[in-house]
């Protein structure tokens, strides 16, 4: 009797054991924070085609699927940043897209894309602080902080990736105001070049400044929404067109006049990327997004310069 009850438990312990085990699989693969490939799945795969999108490699929407486009735009990424291209985001890739930390060094260290916690919120108020706006200190480190980054990473002379590591943040602590200097200056330049355009507009209100960094303005009517139900119905809680999430500095444009993903400097509302679209933005029109209802309500709708910066 006692033999039988071992026997009969023993059964009934491996058969749990496999139960768990077979719930657990999966036919598709996890995206880890080591490496994303074909087939791969999650919020991985979700912070690698919206990052891929803002630089420029269209991988389509940001779905979480690491499907044969996102593999495509992976292996463009890592032809232009001189990698191996085996389509694989391995620690290399997401390094140099900005979205990890170099996988020798602690974590904890390095802030890039998808951070969040207090230390991006230092990060932030520190970029504010120096005219390199990144909206609201919000602790979230997205794409308006990403662009603010790399903006003074070029500022200050050093490697240009978007990720706050120590040089960066020495940087930052011990910048002197030339740097700051130089980012109102070069800020003062788009709209200098802004303001000599506008002179020169043919009837299409359209006109190419010529600046050596190949950037051209335009002349938009510009109107404002955010993220809420009523001006998103019946897309709430969606992201952006090209995956990244709604929020300041994210622009819905018309992509047969402004490319998606392009950077923007825009007269009364600064850096911004061409993230959206909409169906009534059509020509030169531009929708901004702004933090919360009231501030779309405030900006109504105004005309103003537009430069895409190449």
Same mark, same amino acid.
């Given at each position: 009797?006692?033999?039988?009850?071992?026997?009969?438990?023993?059964?009934?312990?491996?058969?749990?054991?496999?139960?768990?085990?077979?719930?657990?699989?999966?036919?598709?693969?996890?995206?880890?924070?080591?490496?994303?490939?074909?087939?791969?799945?999650?919020?991985?795969?979700?912070?690698?085609?919206?990052?891929?999108?803002?630089?420029?490699?269209?991988?389509?929407?940001?779905?979480?699927?690491?499907?044969?486009?996102?593999?495509?735009?992976?292996?463009?990424?890592?032809?232009?940043?001189?990698?191996?291209?085996?389509?694989?985001?391995?620690?290399?890739?997401?390094?140099?897209?900005?979205?990890?930390?170099?996988?020798?060094?602690?974590?904890?260290?390095?802030?890039?894309?998808?951070?969040?916690?207090?230390?991006?919120?230092?990060?932030?108020?520190?970029?504010?602080?120096?005219?390199?706006?990144?909206?609201?200190?919000? #602790? /979230?480190? =997205? *794409?308006? %902080?990403?662009? @603010?980054? $790399?903006?003074?990473?070029?500022?200050?002379?050093?490697?240009? &990736? #978007? /990720?706050? =590591? *120590?040089? %960066?943040?020495? @940087?930052? $602590?011990?910048?002197?105001?030339?740097?700051?200097?130089?980012? &109102?200056?070069?800020?003062?330049?788009?709209?200098?070049?802004?303001?000599?355009?506008?002179?020169?507009?043919?009837?299409?209100?359209?006109?190419?400044?010529?600046?050596?960094?190949?950037?051209?303005?335009?002349?938009?009517?510009?109107?404002?929404?955010?993220?809420?139900?009523?001006?998103?119905?019946?897309?709430?809680?969606?992201?952006?067109?090209?995956?990244?999430?709604?929020?300041?500095?994210?622009?819905?444009?018309?992509?047969?006049?402004?490319?998606?993903?392009?950077?923007?400097?825009?007269?009364?509302?600064?850096?911004?990327?061409?993230?959206?679209?909409?169906?009534?933005?059509?020509?030169?029109?531009?929708?901004?997004?702004?933090?919360?209802?009231?501030?779309?309500?405030?900006?109504?709708?105004?005309?103003?310069?537009?430069?895409?910066?190449?």
């Amino acid at each position: 009797m006692g033999i039988r009850k071992l026997v009969t438990s023993m059964f009934l312990f491996a058969f749990i054991i496999g139960g768990i085990m077979f719930a657990g699989a999966t036919p598709t693969q996890a995206a880890t924070n080591d490496n994303a490939k074909l087939g791969a799945q999650g919020a991985e795969v979700v912070k690698l085609q919206q990052t891929l999108n803002y630089k420029g490699f269209w991988c389509g929407e940001a779905d979480g699927v690491f499907d044969a486009q996102t593999h495509k735009a992976v292996v463009a990424f890592q032809k232009s940043a001189g990698l191996k291209t085996d389509g694989i985001a391995g620690a290399r890739t997401k390094y140099e897209l900005g979205i990890a930390h170099p996988a020798s060094k602690a974590n904890s260290t390095y802030l890039f894309w998808g951070s969040r916690g207090p230390e991006v919120a230092k990060i932030q108020q520190a970029l504010n602080s120096k005219g390199f706006t990144c909206g609201t200190a919000d #602790g /979230i480190f =997205g *794409p308006l %902080t990403y662009n @603010a980054v $790399e903006r003074f990473q070029k500022a200050a002379g050093i490697i240009v &990736n #978007g /990720i706050v =590591g *120590p040089e %960066t943040r020495k @940087a930052l $602590e011990t910048a002197d105001t030339k740097v700051t200097q130089q980012n &109102n200056a070069a800020n003062n330049v788009e709209n200098k070049t802004t303001a000599q355009s506008s002179t020169r507009e043919a009837a299409s209100n359209v006109s190419r400044s010529g600046s050596s960094r190949g950037s051209y303005t335009l002349t938009m009517k510009a109107t404002a929404y955010c993220p809420c139900a009523k001006c998103n119905y019946p897309y709430y809680g969606k992201p952006s067109y090209i995956g990244l999430p709604l929020g300041y500095g994210i622009v819905a444009v018309d992509p047969r006049v402004i490319p998606m993903g392009s950077k923007l400097y825009i007269e009364g509302y600064g850096h911004a990327i061409a993230a959206d679209q909409g169906g009534a933005i059509k020509g030169n029109r531009i929708d901004l997004c702004f933090s919360s209802h009231q501030e779309a309500l405030r900006w109504g709708m105004k005309n103003v310069k537009v430069t895409v910066i190449k």
